[in-house]
């Protein structure tokens, strides 16, 4: 039995994948214990670890130079708590899953001689992997061409992005019939951190559907706390059948249920969609850091397994004529389900298992084709 300690930025893009890992190797036998920040609070409370370390970390800002110091500080303060952790739990290796949370402790990690592997969700490697790919025995990558990921020398795999066992449990499950007459099942999800744009522009679009299609809808849509009232105050006057809520615990089964998603393209947001074979609406996430969620949608679009829309030029018009043209064309969304299952790996999470096994000295060959 070994001991990993996993390392990833406290939001559901880094902690997810990473839960995912944790089941898996868990179920292999071995001891799981997690580093993050305060954040992962939120929605990392049934992380499957045998404890959870809340570890300094900060930001960097070129901007301003007293937030540049104070989180310079913070960070070595955040290196020097890891070092002391780690010294104590003493695990045979370390996986880092990205955001500024995973700096200092795999630094810390680093500097004890413990052997680490990055995963990088995107499909643009983010800053903070990019800046600790010099402290790393390994990436995991999600797509084959990640960009910025030839400018580190160190060995890569692509293992896919790690989908929890809730997800891999639905996996396969065929996409529902369009009857008809029968429901039209969209969700609209914005990733564990909500998004106003769609609470300001989806339920306007609804408005501007054709009766025929909008009597037939079934909405489950996430919103944050403060657009609850006047969004559902809206779907009300437009009389549609609508279930709001801040997070949807059962994600994965109403993703399964639906026949079309609105959502942002974060790693996680496509992952569970690919795997579970729904098309989607893609709105990637205005001015992200390199532009990591918009190439993400790219390739979901390459693959015919969605559709890009500009939050920028995203209007209630541009969306009713999207949602009309597509949920009145059942072929194209049959299409477009199969499109994405085709991108899905499910077996992400065994593949970096094993890495991470071989890693930490079990004597596993990992054939990167399979």
């Known amino acids: 039995m070994k001991t990993f300690v996993l390392m990833a930025g406290g939001t559901g893009g880094h902690l997810f994948p990473a839960m995912a890992l944790a089941q ?15 954040r992962a609070e939120s929605y990392g409370g049934n992380f499957p670890a045998r404890d959870i370390h809340i570890v300094p970390s900060a930001t960097p800002s070129l901007r301003n130079p ?63 992997n990019r800046a600790l790919g010099r402290f790393a025995d390994m990436l995991a990558m999600s797509y084959d061409k990640t960009r910025f990921a030839d400018t580190l020398n160190l060995e890569k795999q692509v293992t896919g992005n790690p989908v929890r066992d809730t997800v891999r ?31 300001d522009i989806v339920p306007d679009a609804i408005g501007l559907l054709p009766e025929a299609v909008r009597h037939r809808l079934q909405i489950a849509q996430q919103c944050r706390a403060e657009d609850l009232d006047r969004v559902t105050e809206t779907y009300r006057q437009l009389k549609v059948n609508v279930e709001l809520a801040t997070f949807f615990e059962d994600l994965p089964e109403r993703v399964t249920r639906s026949h079309l998603l609105i959502c942002r393209s974060g790693a996680s947001t496509i992952a569970d969609a690919c795997v579970l074979g729904r098309p989607m609406i893609l709105v990637p996430l205005p001015g992200s850091l390199d532009a990591d969620q918009k190439n993400n949608a790219l390739v979901v679009e390459a693959a015919g397994g969605g559709w890009i829309a500009e939050q920028a030029t995203l ?43 071989m890693l930490s000295g079990k004597n596993i060959e990992v054939d990167p084709r399979t």
């Open 315 to 357: 209007s209630p018009q541009s969306l009713a004529t999207r949602l009309t043209t597509l949920l009145t064309d059942p072929a194209t969304l049959t299409k477009a389900a199969d499109a994405a299952r085709s991108l899905g790996q499910p077996r992400a999470v065994e593949k970096l298992a094993d890495l991470a096994e």
């Open 66 to 128: 007293l937030k540049f110091v104070s989180g310079g500080f913070r960070i070595l303060r955040g290196v020097a708590v890891a070092f002391g952790k780690l010294n104590r739990i003493k695990p045979d290796a370390v996986i880092g899953f990205g955001g500024y949370p995973t700096f200092p402790p795999f630094v810390a990690a680093s500097l004890l001689g413990i052997p680490g592997i990055l995963h990088e969700q995107n499909a643009v490697m983010g800053r903070a």
């Open 24 to 38: 898996e190797l868990i179920r292999r036998g071995h001891t799981i214990e997690l580093m993050t920040d305060h």
């Open 169 to 199: 449990a639905l996996a396969g499950t065929p996409y529902p019939p369009l009857d008809a007459d029968g429901p039209l099942r969209l969700f609209v999800v914005a990733g564990s951190q909500g998004a106003r744009a769609f609470s």
